[in-house]
């Protein structure tokens, strides 16, 4: 079993110049991958971008995607691999690019993955690597700052390596970004509520969670299991409530 680059698409948060969204595409383009999608670009100009990626990528940034907001970017992608030159315990990353990307062989049969790039100035935030399930670094000597271009082409190597290699299993189709986001925000309402994470922050000890449903790699039917226990547990706090109310 190979790789399916068709599934694999690279995503440029809020690049700052033009020039890189070109260099970005032609890398991609080296590496077999042909969907390429821009977020909120700070500096929108065609042709510095068309400079960079030449005549040989030209067709793919005629056909890149362009959205306002990284989540809905992500929203259709069952599988997001986000990259960050920042690591530290709540930053658990994979700096073994070979083994990642073998591990999403088997994802890539029948699900959508994003490889998710941030900024050049700071990269993505926590709360941008939070819709990701799972963080790559790129192992580098003393300076750690690479340009986007060269990331981007380091990374889709990688994955273009795995698609010569063969991989011992299928992993089924997993829930979409969409669907998971709204998972994640019913679980933390429900959690709230019935004090099991702290209301002050709830996004501190929603990390945990998300850390270990995607690895677990949640299937469609089984995010709709875990909002309808959800829904149950509300309503029956609600019950218990009413009841609570009731004159003896």
């Known amino acids: 079993m190979r790789i399916n680059l068709d599934h694999i698409a690279v995503v440029l948060h809020r690049p700052r110049y033009p020039e890189n969204i070109g260099g970005a595409a032609r890398a991609a383009l080296n590496m077999g991958i042909r969907r390429l999608i821009v977020v909120d670009p700070e500096d929108w100009d065609l042709t510095r971008i068309l400079k960079l990626a030449t005549h040989f990528a030209a067709g793919l940034v005629e056909n890149m995607e362009v959205h306002a907001d990284l989540q809905t970017a992500l929203a259709p992608f069952q599988y997001i691999v986000g990259t960050t030159a920042r690591v530290g315990s709540h930053r658990p990353t994979h700096s073994d690019l070979e083994k990642l990307a073998e591990s999403l062989i088997p994802i890539s049969q029948e699900n ?3 490889l998710v ?3 050049e100035n700071w990269g993505l935030t926590n709360e941008e690597l939070r819709l990701c399930d799972t963080i790559a670094t790129i192992p580098t000597a003393d300076f750690a700052s690479l ?3 060269q990331a981007v082409i ?3 190597y990688a994955v273009f390596c795995a698609s010569r290699e063969a991989a011992p299993r299928q992993a089924p189709r997993l829930a979409t970004r969409h669907e998971l986001e709204a998972m994640y925000g019913q679980l933390k309402e429900t959690f709230v509520n019935i004090n099991f994470i702290n209301a ?3 996004d501190y000890w929603m990390q945990y969670i998300r850390r270990f449903f995607s690895r677990v790699g949640m299937r469609a039917r089984e995010v709709r299991m875990i909002r309808g226990i959800c829904r149950q547990i509300e309503w029956y706090g609600s019950r ?3 009841k609570s109310k009731t004159p003896k």
């Open 147 to 149: 340009n986007v271009a």
């Open 117 to 119: 790039f941030g900024p």
């Open 154 to 156: 380091i990374l889709c």
């Open 200 to 202: 002050e922050n709830p």
């Open 240 to 242: 218990r409530k009413d």
């Open 112 to 114: 959508l993955i994003a």
